[in-house]
């Protein structure tokens, strides 16, 4: 049984299911049936099991693998900002004073006593 730091995706147990069905098409027959062993045995999930064969029939077929690189960066682990917010005095919007409820010069409020 492979273990995860044999397979040929990284991170493969942290990748969303969308992002998973996207880079199994960079792999070869071998490396996509080494991972299908792998999520057979431990989550199984139906939805990626499914994907994975089907590519793995059109490779056999003679589909090739795309050119993507499966360990490229991942859009859903975007890299941390370059700093702190950029808000300040000299950026924030001036302050704001609501009125009081229930102030007769308010006509949003109900007035009493007329």
Do not use: C, F, W
């Amino acid at each position: 049984m492979s273990e995860r730091l044999d397979l040929p995706l990284p991170d493969y147990d942290h990748l969303p299911v969308g992002s998973l069905i996207s880079r199994i098409r960079t792999l070869d027959a071998d490396g996509l049936q080494s991972v299908l062993s792998y999520e057979k045995a431990h989550a199984n999930r139906v939805q990626v099991v499914s994907a994975m064969t089907h590519r793995l029939d059109d490779l056999k077929a003679g589909t090739q693998p795309s050119a993507g690189d499966p360990a490229a960066a991942q859009p859903e682990h975007a890299p941390a900002a370059a700093g702190g917010s950029q808000v300040s005095q000299a950026t924030s919007g001036p302050p704001i004073n609501p009125p009081s409820h229930g102030d007769p010069t308010n006509p949003a409020q109900p007035r009493s006593g007329s």
